[in-house]
């Protein structure tokens, strides 16, 4: 089995910093090795408390990084009453934990080893909610609406490609919906147009993988379960 040492990752320069709308952290590289090469040593993690139900988390370093046109707007502000709380960890490794706070139950946790920020491979595991099931990641043939947690891998990048088994097809749209075990959802949207894959394991947890861009994630947290596709197409590229 192949696994990462416990410090395999970025650690948090000072505390998170407040800002109008979230948090702005700042995390360095530990010394515990690299995978391929041209890995940032600083990277800057920007956390957007856009509404009531949406976060955003970004992460990149100082360097040109394309990203993909589509601006998603806050509010200008931290909401009043957010369907969610946000917590960090500092040890080993830096990571964060958001909960829903209905019901306290995890909606990520990626205060696990395996973080990589580099020129041309970006990594970021997570665990999800206990007991969990993952819908989503789209085009691509599954034999059942909720997908396989026992280390299945699926990727994607647009290709002009019919149904023919695992093979990625011609549409690619990177959010997945997670149910977790009270029946609640959440969807998490991965804005990034370079080809990406994501792994999923039985913690249950995921760990996604892309070859360019920066890591966007937006997360709609809706109070209810039939709000959760419906927050999702509100928004702009939805």
């Given amino acids: 089995w192949c696994f990462y040492p416990p410090g395999f ?24 090795g690299c995978m391929f090469g041209e890995e940032s040593k600083d990277i800057w993690v920007e956390i957007e408390m856009q509404k009531d139900y949406r976060l955003r988390i970004r992460i990149s370093d100082d360097q040109h990084r394309f990203q993909v046109p589509i601006d998603i707007v806050s509010d200008g502000g931290k909401p009043e ?29 990626t205060s696990f080893p395996g973080l990589v920020f580099s020129n041309q491979f970006i990594q970021l595991p997570m665990k999800l909610p206990e007991g969990s099931t993952v819908y989503g990641w789209g085009e691509n043939e599954q034999h059942t609406f909720a997908h396989d947690m026992n280390w299945k891998t699926w990727a994607l990048y647009g290709r002009d490609q019919p149904p ?32 990406q894959e994501i792994s ?7 760990i996604y993988r892309t070859i360019g861009g920066v890591l966007d994630m937006y997360i709609f947290i809706p109070d209810i379960l039939s709000k959760s596709r419906g927050v999702h197409h509100s928004e702009p590229g939805g």
Avoid at 87 to 94: A, H
Avoid at 164 to 178: E, F, K, W
Avoid at 200 to 206: E, F, I, V
């Fill in 164 to 195: 023919d088994g695992s093979a990625n097809m011609y549409g690619v749209h990177p959010r997945i919906t997670v149910l977790d075990k009270n029946g609640m959802a959440h969807g998490i949207l991965f804005l990034n147009s370079a080809a």
């Fill in 81 to 109: 009453s957010p369907s969610y709380e946000i917590s960090f960890t500092e040890s080993p490794i830096f990571g964060i934990r958001v909960t829903r706070k209905s019901s306290g139950e995890i909606i990520l946790d």
């Fill in 9 to 32: 990752g970025y650690i948090m320069i000072g505390q998170p910093v407040d800002t109008k709308d979230g948090f702005l952290v700042h995390l360095r590289r530990t010394s515990s």
């Fill in 200 to 206: 999923l394991t039985p913690a249950p947890g995921l």
